[in-house]
């Protein structure tokens, strides 16, 4: 049963990258031709502010927290139950496992994304929360972390691991000179683990899943990547995977694909301004016009 909690899920997961698709490569601009042109050009920008004034920090440049071990190897299987080919009724025990075997990466996760923002929040006062946040990133990257993914649901499981990682590093980054670190092994272990996760949705097997919710978390991950290192074509990848997720969204804003897996359809809700981005100009401004007199009843 797909719930509101995985329907909520499912939601921000396609908000997040459409935020980082739309803001970051600027689709503001007459075409998108125009913005990934733009992109080649300049540097690729968050769609977040970050901290101003990283020279107006307190000097601490070492973190006293204790950092999570890498976690090397992943051998994932489904939470669903066997014989489900809905994939939409948990199995107990199989989610048990399945918590169990990711508590250490989620906890990783978790430990970066805390301190990142609390660098952020702080304006880049708080060096020493950049210091833990991104020694962390530097540990994983140096212990070849998630390099050894066994099976499929472990690599679509690692988005989430790759996607917050990414988000947080984009945060912490211009830290790194202050705290005289090379960020070159940060880049290269994010770098590897973007290009390990396309081939994920693109081996041409054409499985649901490749155009469903892991795809969109796969988009997203591959897109703060490429955010974090300035790899234009990895957020090509993201905004491949926007489309793909959003202009499956029909009329009464569901996602056909997910309400395919539920025994009892939950409605992902979404406006109709998303929708407009899959249609002909003409059509958009018909839409819009609509959209606009609807709204004014």
């Known amino acids: 049963m797909m719930t509101k909690m995985k329907a909520a899920a499912i939601t921000t997961t396609l908000a997040a990258l459409t935020t980082l698709a739309i803001t970051t490569l600027s689709l503001t601009t007459p075409s998108i031709a125009a913005a990934a042109a733009l992109s080649a050009t300049a540097p690729l920008a968050p769609p977040f502010p970050l901290a101003a004034h990283p020279e107006r920090n307190n000097g601490k440049t070492e973190c006293d927290a ?8 992943l051998d994932l299987s489904s939470i669903y139950a066997d014989g489900d080919a809905t994939h939409s009724t948990i199995d107990p025990e199989h989610k048990r496992r399945y918590d169990a075997a990711l508590k250490a990466t989620r906890g990783f996760a978790s430990f970066v994304a805390r301190w990142s923002n609390t660098y952020t929040q702080s304006d880049g006062k708080r060096l020493d929360a950049a210091a833990c946040a ?11 972390a ?19 990682t990414a988000m947080a590093y984009i945060q912490v980054r211009a830290a790194a000179p202050l705290l005289h670190l090379d960020t070159k092994p940060i880049d290269d272990w994010l770098t590897a683990l973007a290009e390990a996760t396309i081939p994920v949705y693109t081996d041409g097997k054409n499985r649901t899943s490749d155009r469903q919710n892991h795809r969109y978390w796969g988009g997203y991950a591959v897109a703060a990547v490429g955010v974090a290192v300035n790899r234009p074509d990895f957020l090509k990848f993201g905004m491949d995977s926007y489309r793909l997720g959003i202009c499956q969204v029909t009329a009464d804003g ?19 301004r998303p929708r407009l981005s899959c249609w002909p100009r003409w059509v958009k401004q018909t839409a819009r016009t609509r959209l606009r007199n609807a709204m004014a009843r």
């Open 66 to 73: 204790d950092v999570p071990a890498p976690v090397t190897s």
């Open 146 to 164: 998630l390099s050894d993914l066994k099976t499929r649901q472990s690599h679509l499981s690692a988005t989430r691991i790759i996607a917050g």
């Open 134 to 144: 991104l020694k962390a990133m530097n540990t994983w990257a140096e212990g070849k």
């Open 254 to 272: 569901a996602l056909p694909l997910e309400l395919a897996r539920s025994k009892r359809p939950a409605t992902t809700i979404w406006s109709q």
